[in-house]
């Protein structure tokens, strides 16, 4: 397949949303075809299944949760992400399988065999490119994920549903997919500023992308950081 896939993962209020749109904002910038994406949903079909997801508060079994996680990710792959890559595009795409391993797998201890049959079945062989792991210590992000929901009226987030311990296990869940592969895999210290993340971000990106021989132009050499939006 001709075009290129990357995830960007990490705990709730690691920074990865406003990353992975930077991400999508830049490529856009240097004149490559980029779709920017998310899950859970990303496609009209898993949209709807992320409001059943997000809005469940909590009433839902964990091996029911993956399932519907799966399902979302399998319409998302078929409809979003495949015809994109065969075009030769780029997707960026804000979380994807590492997080149903990391959230239902190590957070919420499904069994492990069970989340990677799903991710089998889900995605196949079209998994990502480049994971690009935004690491945090849960307590530093639940702080940025309180006062971002505070800031925008939200009440009761995932560290409130769920506690630190969970959010720590998740944490060690992306750290350990991480580490099993270091050749798709970049785990980026995410508790420093978000110019010096973004640097970090950028510069894996563009070395991925060179590694994988996609069609180059002088637009990905390094330039200056642009103005944070
Ligand atoms: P978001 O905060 O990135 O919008 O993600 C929504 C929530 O969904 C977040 O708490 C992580 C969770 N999630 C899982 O538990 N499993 C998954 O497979 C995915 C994609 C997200």
Aim: glycine letters at 10%; aromatic letters at 4%; zero cysteines.
């Amino acid at each position: 397949m001709a075009g290129f896939f990357v995830s960007v993962e990490g705990v709730d209020g690691s920074g990865k949303s406003g990353m992975a749109r930077r991400l999508g904002d830049w490529l856009h910038e240097k004149s490559i075809a980029v779709v920017s994406t998310r899950e859970p949903g990303g496609s009209a079909g898993a949209e709807r299944i992320r409001e059943l997801l997000l809005g469940s508060g909590g009433i839902l079994d964990p091996l029911a949760e993956a399932l519907l996680f799966a399902a979302a990710r399998a319409d998302h792959v078929r409809k979003l992400i495949v015809p994109t890559l065969e075009a030769g595009g780029v997707v960026v795409s804000d979380r994807f399988s590492d997080s149903t391993i990391a959230y239902q797998g190590a957070g919420s201890t499904v069994d492990m065999a069970v989340i990677q049959q799903l991710q089998q079945i889900a995605v196949g062989e079209h998994r990502p490119d480049l994971v690009i792991v935004l690491d945090v210590d849960p307590a530093i992000s639940m702080e940025r994920a309180r006062k971002r929901n505070g800031d925008a009226g939200v009440k009761d987030d995932r560290f409130e549903v769920e506690g630190l311990a969970f959010h720590a296990r998740v944490r060690e869940g992306f750290l350990r997919q991480a580490a099993t592969d270091r050749s798709r895999y970049v785990v980026i210290d995410a508790s420093r500023t978000p110019d010096e993340v973004w640097g970090d971000v950028r510069r894996a990106v563009r070395d991925a992308l060179l590694k994988n021989g996609m069609e180059l132009t002088n637009s990905l050499s390094l330039a200056p950081l642009p103005s944070p939006r």
